[in-house]
């Protein structure tokens, strides 16, 4: 009888020890820079350690996106934008959010020349090619403004050299990346949407809603150490740069400290949200339904995509 208990025992032992040694493999959807930097903290500070799991981080490549990993199932949960998780379950994916970090929409449209982005009706602006700008394609459509979108990759090449009349960037990176060329930009020619009704959530982190439900405790447990990793970055900002510098440094992205600090700094502004003054760290149902009403009315959802899709429920 001691022997049965003993062989129980030891067999629950080793069933823990696997369900710990599990991974979660985290990617976010671009790659290694300030915007992430409350993961990468919460993986350097031990947080993810002390709730119980493993987890590794995964950047994306230029042949496979973060999307595709997770779908693939090669990564278990990766950031997203709202808009491109809604327009995944639009076409069947089933997600779940199970930590919202942005709680402000950070798009902005810059324009050349000193011109109102608004009175440039049927010029040339730059979009990213991995598919960011649903929000400012309604609001063109909306305004009637007839933009021809340029997509591209990864920087302000084109709008610097003079190709583009506007471009699409966001406040926490293109943005600074044009202050630091030496462009003057001003409410003349910044138009940000959050001022403009168009104040839509943007970064989250999700999972399959089949993980999900097979790995509920190692989720939060993640959620929650992610969480502690950004709360920690908000009272050590000077740390939390120097992380997110090794991090940059060992995946040989081209960038420097002055750029990383007023990512950072926006970064954990547009967590604040406007209403609450909180960093609230949820998915808001009434932007939910705006997005979805809009990506509706302009055709980039079939359907209206609701709250309790992408939730624990």
Same mark, same amino acid.
């Given at each position: 009888?001691?022997?049965?208990? =003993? ?11 696997? @369900? ?11 790659? @290694?820079?300030? *915007? ?6 919460? *993986? ?19 042949? *496979? ?16 934008? /709202? ?11 089933? =997600? ?6 942005? %709680? ?13 982005? %608004?009175?440039?009706?049927?010029? $040339? ?32 090449? /084109? ?23 030496? %462009? ?75 750029? *990383?600090?007023?990512? =950072?700094?926006?970064? /954990? ?12 760290? $949820? /998915? $808001? ?29």
């Amino acid at each position: 009888m001691r022997r049965i208990v =003993l062989t129980m025992v030891l067999a629950a032992a080793t069933a823990i020890g696997w @369900a710990q040694k599990e991974t979660i493999i985290f990617t976010p959807q671009w790659t @290694a820079q300030a *915007q992430f930097a409350g993961y990468y903290v919460a *993986q350097e500070k031990g947080f993810y350690k002390e709730a119980g799991i493993d987890v590794k981080i995964v950047h994306p490549s230029v042949t *496979q996106s973060a999307v595709n990993r997770m779908l693939n199932n090669e990564s278990q949960a990766t950031t997203l934008q /709202l808009c491109q998780a809604m327009e995944l379950v639009d076409l069947g994916e089933e =997600l779940v959010n199970i930590l919202q970090t942005s %709680m402000n929409n950070a798009m902005v449209i810059v324009s050349a020349r000193n011109k109102n982005p %608004m009175t440039q009706k049927g010029q $040339r602006v730059g979009i990213w090619s991995a598919g960011f700008g649903q929000i400012a394609i309604c609001m063109s459509i909306k305004e009637k403004l007839d933009y021809d979108w340029v997509r591209f990759a990864t920087n302000i090449n /084109l709008f610097v050299a003079g190709a583009l009349d506007a471009t699409l960037a966001m406040s926490y990176n293109e943005y600074y990346q044009l202050v630091q060329t030496g %462009m003057k930009l001003s409410d003349k020619n910044v138009y940000r949407f959050c001022d403009h009704g168009y104040n839509i959530q943007e970064d989250g982190v999700y999972m399959t809603r089949s993980y999900y439900e097979k790995h509920r405790k190692q989720a939060k447990a993640f959620a929650n150490a992610s969480k502690k990793g950004w709360l920690w970055a908000v009272d050590h900002p000077e740390e939390t740069l120097e992380i997110v510098m090794r991090y940059a440094k060992t995946d040989r992205i081209a960038t420097n400290r002055v750029m *990383q600090k007023l990512m =950072l700094e926006e970064v /954990l502004r547009l967590q604040v949200d406007r209403e609450s003054k909180k960093r609230e760290f $949820r /998915l $808001r149902p009434d932007m939910v339904k705006k997005a979805s009403q809009l990506m509706v009315e302009n055709k980039m959802l079939v359907r209206e995509v609701k709250y309790e899709e992408l939730i624990d429920n």
